[in-house]
């Protein structure tokens, strides 16, 4: 299926800056077996002094951009086309966790996609000892249940609630307040799975703003939005969940 996505972002300063240096990563990315990107275009107003492109070690793309003159506001814009292929999901073949430790002993790789990267705690999803129980309740005979018993269960306990957190709160703090939006969401769940050795990391990107018919619209349409994905086992690999919807 083909997506166009258009992406509008603005800063307003309080004063005039005299001068800023940013790192942008809106550019969505190809991945093999997900999606592909058949166009993209990223700009900025006023027109920045530098600029550079490139792609940081877990394959984001990401724009530097450095301003010396004076202005009182930001805009970014970004546009892209890209052709999303997702398989359905098939039977479920994941380990339970105590498999999973042992198939995680024996991936010797450092690669960006290595589940080794996502597996210690995190500013905003530190391994917490209230999470680790809540996830607990969750553990059952495969990885795959697990994750997804979580992810429901977070999605019925929790309160979606704009107003209740803001891009500093803490998965600690969130779990709390039993209350928060998308990426508190996806901190709580991957500080759940973290705390029981399953490797889970942060995802960032868009949701279908107009939905097919007959279907809700989801929570997070029109914003960037963010959700979970989970190292299920060898055999398994990778799979994404989203706690908010």
């Not at 307003?12 to 969505?28: E, F, M, N, S």
């Not at 769940?189 to 868009?206: N, T």
Request: neutral net charge; charged residues 25%; contains cysteine.
């Amino acid at each position: 299926m083909l997506y166009d996505i258009r992406l509008n972002l603005r800063y307003d300063y309080d004063a005039a800056a005299g001068g800023g240096r940013h790192q942008v990563r809106v550019l969505p990315p190809t991945i093999s077996g997900v999606q592909r990107v058949i166009a993209a275009s990223l700009s900025f107003a006023p027109a920045p002094s530098e600029r550079s492109d490139f792609s940081d070690f877990f394959g984001n793309n990401v724009t530097s951009i450095a301003f010396r003159d004076a202005h009182d506001a930001l805009d970014i814009r970004m546009s892209a086309r890209v052709a999303v292929s997702r398989p359905e999901r098939g039977l479920d073949v994941s380990p339970d966790i105590r498999r999973l430790r042992e198939q995680l002993e024996a991936v010797r790789s450092l690669s960006p996609d290595t589940p080794h990267h996502f597996l210690a705690a995190s500013d905003h999803a530190g391994v917490d000892a209230d999470i680790t129980g809540y996830a607990r309740s969750s553990a059952g005979s495969s990885v795959v249940g697990t994750a997804m018993d979580l992810c429901n269960r977070i999605h019925r306990d929790f309160t979606y609630d704009g107003e209740a957190t803001t891009v500093q709160t803490r998965a600690s703090d969130a779990f709390s307040l039993k209350r928060g939006v998308c990426q508190d969401f996806s901190h709580i769940m991957i500080a759940g799975l973290r705390g029981l050795g399953i490797p889970a990391g942060y995802v960032s990107g868009f949701l279908r703003t107009i939905p097919p018919r007959g279907k809700p619209r989801l929570e997070g349409a029109d914003a960037m939005h963010a959700w979970v994905k989970v190292w299920c086992g060898r055999d398994t690999g990778w799979q994404e969940l989203d706690p908010t919807n």
